[in-house]
């Protein structure tokens, strides 16, 4: 990620590569179910071409998959430039992930398939058979989470007895992801 300078104490950190980043990345992705997904991450625009996702599946080597229209601004924005940015938030209070990746489109008929639900009937009215249906698929190649340590309960009755004994009573943990 551009420039995030963590100063964290040790305990409160943990970076993870490999089968345990896919692991938090599938599943916060899985809890998420969403996302803002940013062609031109690193614009200058307001937006940076940000807007929400529906995240059709997190797969078992990290990567990241959506359903979009062919004709849409965002797969124009991907084919110009591939670097994409995935803002999640898999609950309330916690479970941030910050992705950055590599976009690629494609017109995967199996894949179509696969990620189809009825309620896609909503954006490509012939269902999955509309012309206008593509995949992209996100390989994320680094990203940054901040998340807690032992699930929402267990840090919100930290927060509660921490603010009644006036200590704090951390339960958040943080890292860098690195599939």
């Not at 031109?40 to 997190?58: H, V, Y």
């Not at 199996?110 to 390989?139: E, H, N, Q, Y």
Request: contains cysteine; negative net charge.
């Amino acid at each position: 990620m551009d420039s995030i300078n963590r100063n964290q104490p040790e305990h409160n950190r943990e970076d993870l590569s490999a089968r345990d980043a896919i692991t938090r990345i599938r599943d916060m992705s899985e809890d998420a179910e969403s996302c803002f997904f940013c062609t031109n991450p690193l614009s200058d625009s307001d937006t940076g071409g940000t807007r929400p996702m529906s995240i059709e599946q997190a797969d078992d080597d990290g990567a990241l998959w959506f359903l979009s229209s062919a004709d849409s601004r965002k797969n124009a924005e991907i084919q110009a430039d591939p670097a994409v940015r995935l803002y999640l938030q898999s609950s309330k209070h916690s479970g941030f992930l910050a992705l950055d990746g590599h976009a690629s489109i494609s017109r995967d008929k199996a894949k179509i398939d696969a990620l189809w639900s009825p309620i896609m009937k909503t954006w490509f009215t012939d269902g999955k058979d509309d012309a206008r249906i593509t995949v992209i698929k996100v390989t994320p190649t680094t990203g940054y989470y901040w998340d807690n340590k032992h699930g929402d309960f267990v840090a919100a009755t930290k927060m509660a007895i921490g603010a009644a004994i006036g200590r704090t009573l951390d339960d958040s943990i943080e890292g860098n992801v690195t599939p």
